[in-house]
């Protein structure tokens, strides 16, 4: 009788009106309980019932109420879902369909119902959908799930490349848009009797960069030359749009989805051996000990290529190993002065730059079922080295001619440290007596000067310490330095075939080169390359993360150790590296083998405690071995062998 009492229920409405309301974002945890956080500095409790009407990251206003000296948030309002459209897996429960959201803190089904003429009885437990969130408990009684499309059956081998691609929004197959294999007229020069030759991997096919070098009497002149898809693609066309909305080709274990139709990335546009190529082209002039002179010069160009190498079989030439040797003597002698060059462009760097020290590379090795059967290791070599100091001195040619030229383009830019660091870091480096101190670090040769102090030092844990203090790198349409480069301007155009920003440069080059009329690239532009690169290779760690989960398997069962690198130390555990393969794994403190109450972790000075020793700190290696692999989350847990318990 006494809910019926409409005095009653408005002296509750009245109370419930005079209680602060706040609007913040629902965390969720692993105990069904959560959390409404209105600030870093503010929280407040949501208990087990109510967080069945909450989704984790929703943005809701809550009334606030005070409990056992606590507080606790009611919601209210939902003001935006924090799930919306989204990759799912299939789950039956009575025969109803459910999806469970592929995402962290996400383990329950959301009732679904199928559209687009998708078949409701044919999707199976564990298949990958996309789906939409059209109903929200919190405003409409109950979650409800619409599924938009089919992304691969819960068998189906490639479920891992498939999943990923849809994750993060990346197409799944090259365009297929029209183009005219008919050459823009535009004058060029005829350099197709120039010695110019590629080297890739045995695999590559578009090829969008080759090299030619002849000695001097000071040093080298080397020729750059890059493929030239703006003769293909008008600026504005379809294709440049599709290639403008994809930003990149992206590159996964196992395969590659091409920015451009793989006629023209693979065949029309790639530097092919003996098959004429309209081609950008830089020569510049290089001293003996790696100065790079200020003449440079780029042309418009026909070149012809006149060999293809492969990065291992020119290693082991130059190396002194494997029996391969070049077909020539003019293109051995072109190797042989491009490592020369390379190693004087090195040396010059780590003195007047920076040069960072080299970690390997990690090549998944996949069979005919898209089964991880190997992971290897590579190593940098020579070929690699040639290669790479090729494209960095085109590459700082390029951004200073865009600077001085149109005062504008495309620029790789790194400011260093992240200016609200600056105290901290300050603080940190002068307990080491580092040499670089105060607004030194804000400048370019402060910040190479530290970097090459930091390669001296005997023990990784400073510079894996400070990396929390450097700012992003980021792109910007007006000159600025890469610091992490140690480049006063940097601006790539060497990879017109695979990255939009390097084809905007290219044309940017190409009006000045003709005097034609140039405008800048827009501001959003920039922005979208620098958001779109953080995708990429998120997509490229997601799947990667998949990939070791499929491989290590194995490892866990065998009782194989590994050697992990400390990158971070937090309250609950270490997340580590293993140098063997690049795969990341987390070992817990309840996994050192030693009292937890003992423990103790810094976040901020990277390091672990017993007492008051130093148990573990970044930068520092260990043998681990695999205790679980999850592979739902594609997680790696990692424990101590049981010899090296007693750290």
């Given at each position: 009788m006494l809910q019926d009492n409409p005095l009653l229920a408005q002296l509750k409405q009245q109370l419930r009106e005079s209680l602060p309301v706040k609007e913040g974002v629902v965390r969720a945890t692993t105990k069904n309980f959560g959390f409404l956080e209105v600030s870093d500095k503010e929280s407040h409790f949501i208990s087990p019932p109510l967080m069945k009407k909450l989704l984790n990251g929703d943005r809701i206003s809550a009334v606030i109420r005070e409990v056992d000296a606590k507080t606790q948030a009611e919601p209210e309002t939902l003001l935006?879902?924090?799930?919306?459209?989204?990759?799912?897996?299939?789950?039956?429960?009575?025969?109803?369909?459910?999806?469970?959201?592929?995402?962290?803190?996400?383990?329950?089904?959301?009732?679904?119902?199928?559209?687009?003429?998708?078949?409701?009885?044919?999707?199976?437990?564990?298949?990958?959908?996309?789906?939409?969130?059209?109903?929200?408990?919190?405003?409409?009684?109950?979650?409800?799930?619409?599924?938009?499309?089919?992304?691969?059956?819960?068998?189906?081998p490639e479920a891992p490349w498939l999943v990923v691609l849809a994750r993060h929004n990346l197409p799944t197959a090259a365009p297929l848009s029209e183009f005219s294999e008919q050459?823009?007229?535009?004058?060029?020069?005829?350099?197709?009797?120039?010695?110019?030759?590629?080297?890739?991997?045995?695999?590559?096919?578009?090829?969008?960069?080759?090299?030619?070098?002849?000695?001097?009497?000071?040093?080298?002149?080397?020729?750059?030359?890059?493929?030239?898809?703006?003769?293909?693609?008008?600026?504005?066309s379809a294709l440049d749009q599709i290639a403008a909305e994809r930003l990149f080709t992206t590159y996964l274990p196992g395969r590659n989805i091409p920015m451009l139709p793989r006629q023209l990335a693979d065949e029309l546009c790639s530097l092919h051996p003996n098959q004429p190529r309209p081609?950008?082209?830089?020569?510049?002039?290089?001293?003996?000990?790696?100065?790079?002179?200020?003449?440079?010069?780029?042309?418009?160009?026909?070149?012809?290529?006149?060999?293809?190498?492969?990065?291992?079989?020119?290693?082991?030439?130059?190396?002194?190993?494997?029996?391969?040797?070049?077909?020539?003597?003019?293109?051995?002698?072109?190797?042989?002065?491009?490592?020369?060059l390379a190693k004087a462009r090195q040396q010059w760097r780590k003195t007047h730059a920076i040069v960072f020290p080299d970690k390997p590379d990690y090549r998944f090795d996949l069979n005919a079922g898209h089964q991880v059967v190997a992971i290897h290791a590579e190593q940098r070599r020579i070929a690699n080295l040639m290669v790479e100091e090729a494209m960095i001195?085109?590459?700082?040619?390029?951004?200073?001619?865009?600077?001085?030229?149109?005062g504008f383009g495309l620029f790789n830019t790194?400011?260093?440290?992240?200016?609200?660091?600056?105290?901290?870091?300050?603080?940190?480096?002068?307990?080491?007596?580092?040499?670089?101190?105060g607004d030194a670090l804000t400048e370019l040769s402060g910040f190479c000067q530290l970097r090459r102090w930091l390669d001296q030092l005997p023990s990784a844990y400073l510079d894996t310490r400070i990396r929390r203090f450097q700012a992003y790198a980021t792109v910007s349409t007006t000159p600025a330095?890469?610091?992490?480069?140690?480049?006063?301007?940097?601006?790539?155009?060497?990879?017109?075939?695979?990255?939009?920003?390097?084809?905007?440069?290219?044309?940017?080059?190409?009006?000045?080169?003709?005097?034609?009329?140039?405008?800048p690239p827009a501001a959003e532009l920039a922005k979208r390359l620098a958001e779109q690169r953080k995708i990429q290779r998120r997509a490229e760690r997601d799947i990667a993360d998949w990939l070791y989960c499929q491989f290590l398997s194995t490892a866990q069962a065998d009782g194989q150790c590994f050697t992990g690198e400390v990158q971070d130390?937090?309250?609950?555990?270490?997340?580590?590296?293993?140098?063997?393969?690049?795969?990341?794994?987390?070992?817990?403190?309840?996994?050192?083998?030693?009292?937890?109450?003992?423990?103790s972790t810094n976040w901020e000075e990277g390091r672990c405690y017993q007492g008051d020793n130093i148990m573990l700190e970044?930068?520092?290696?260990?043998?681990?071995?695999?205790?679980?692999?999850?592979?739902?989350?594609?997680?790696?847990?990692?424990?101590?062998?049981?010899a090296s318990a007693d750290l």
């Open positions: 935006e879902a924090g799930l919306q459209n989204f990759v799912g897996r299939v789950k039956r429960f009575k025969n109803r369909l459910q999806i469970v959201p592929d995402l962290p803190l996400f383990k329950d089904g959301l009732k679904a119902k199928a559209v687009n003429g998708i078949d409701d009885k044919a999707l199976a437990d564990g298949d990958w959908v996309q789906a939409t969130l059209v109903q929200h408990a919190l405003k409409d009684e109950q979650f409800l799930v619409e599924v938009t499309a089919v992304i691969a059956k819960a068998t189906d050459q823009a007229t535009t004058p060029r020069s005829d350099l197709t009797a120039v010695p110019f030759f590629t080297i890739d991997s045995s695999s590559t096919q578009d090829m969008d960069d080759a090299i030619a070098i002849t000695q001097t009497t000071t040093g080298w002149q080397l020729k750059v030359a890059v493929a030239d898809p703006d003769a293909y693609i008008p600026a504005g081609a950008l082209v830089l020569t510049l002039n290089i001293q003996q000990d790696g100065t790079i002179e200020p003449d440079f010069r780029f042309e418009l160009a026909t070149i012809c290529s006149q060999a293809r190498f492969d990065y291992t079989q020119v290693s082991d030439y130059l190396e002194g190993s494997g029996s391969w040797q070049p077909e020539s003597s003019l293109m051995a002698e072109q190797l042989q002065q491009l490592s020369a001195a085109a590459n700082q040619s390029a951004g200073r001619y865009l600077a001085s030229q149109p790194h400011s260093g440290f992240d200016s609200s660091k600056l105290n901290p870091l300050n603080e940190l480096l002068s307990k080491f007596d580092a040499p670089v101190l330095a890469h610091f992490g480069l140690g480049a006063e301007y940097y601006a790539t155009w060497t990879s017109p075939i695979r990255k939009y920003s390097d084809l905007v440069n290219q044309r940017l080059i190409k009006a000045t080169l003709l005097q034609t009329a140039t405008e130390i937090n309250r609950t555990g270490v997340r580590l590296r293993l140098l063997e393969n690049g795969a990341q794994g987390f070992l817990a403190l309840s996994e050192l083998g030693v009292p937890a109450d003992s423990l970044l930068g520092q290696q260990l043998q681990v071995q695999i205790s679980e692999i999850n592979p739902d989350s594609q997680t790696i847990n990692l424990k101590l062998p049981a």
